[in-house]
């Protein structure tokens, strides 16, 4: 059976996106999807009538950037054009695998509730707006999307978690994307001494968004321990060991973590534990 993004469920459409190599084909279907008049009538946690082919690129990506072991990208001043536009291809392409990253949480998961699906939906959306927002903002300082050479940690992470939900919730919304919440105050002050406000404008609405994004890991997470019968902080502290996370790493953005949903009693044991 032929199918059109048009017919398919929530989980089948984030399939069909995830695939998708060229970026702007990409942020087109998720763009087209989401914004349907009946997208809220869809069937969120149906059945895959469609599965990934062997053949088919997962994440769908384009050939640039090269991927490098992050020890092995370079690093740059954004005092210099050049080092300035190598820290926005870095923030642009953290915000292309964040699109990867929402659409692989719908696809990949079954039988979760639907509120769960519309959730992740929400952000792949988001995230292609600040794609493109950061992409556009790279082409006006004269570069491309693909022109700097770029690391995979946070797909690697995915991979890690692709059979356990509860671990995806921690450590990649959780963990991974919090920390951009605590780095991106830093990284708008050096853009703003460097005279790119219209990156720390970007950065405004990112964080913005991405306190909604760490909310929604966060309120996961919490459902499914109490699904698995967990304890939440306790849990939260082997999965971090079990899958080798990114240590975290103060000073921490604490406002904005209260904001996404970090109990008193976390952050504390957060910066105990930094």
Not at 118 to 136: G, I, K, P
Not at 188 to 201: M, P, T, W
Request: some cysteine.
């Amino acid at each position: 059976m032929q199918h059109t993004i048009s017919s398919m469920n929530l989980r089948e459409a984030a399939l069909h996106a995830l695939c998708i190599c060229t970026p702007a084909e990409k942020s087109n279907a998720v763009i087209s999807y989401y914004t349907q008049t009946d997208f809220q009538q869809r069937v969120s946690g149906a059945e895959l009538s469609i599965t990934p082919s062997a053949s088919a690129p997962m994440p769908g990506r384009p050939d640039l950037p090269r991927l490098l072991p992050p020890k092995d990208v370079p690093r740059r001043s954004p005092n210099t054009p050049q080092g300035r536009a190598a820290l926005i291809h870095a923030l642009t392409h953290i915000e292309f695998n964040a699109i990867n990253l929402a659409l692989d949480a719908v696809w990949r998961f079954p039988d979760m509730p639907e509120p769960y699906y519309r959730d992740w939906w929400q952000v792949a959306y988001e995230e292609v707006l600040h794609f493109n927002l950061m992409r556009e903002h790279l082409e006006q300082l004269g570069y491309h999307y693909g022109d700097f050479d770029a690391h995979d940690g946070l797909w690697n992470m995915v991979e890690k978690t692709s059979t356990d939900l509860c671990a995806r919730m921690a450590l990649i919304p959780r963990t991974m994307e919090a920390r951009g919440l605590d780095v991106t105050p830093g990284i708008q002050e050096k853009l703003r001494q460097v005279g790119d406000h219209n990156a720390v404008a970007i950065l405004d609405i990112i964080i913005r968004d991405e306190i909604g994004h760490v909310t929604f890991g966060n309120r996961w997470y919490h459902w499914l321990c109490g699904q698995q019968g967990f304890d939440p902080q306790t849990h939260y502290a082997s999965l971090l060991e079990q899958y080798h996370a990114p240590r975290i790493k103060p000073p921490l953005n604490e406002a904005a973590r209260h904001k996404a949903g970090f109990t008193a009693q976390e952050l504390a044991a957060l910066n105990t534990s930094s």
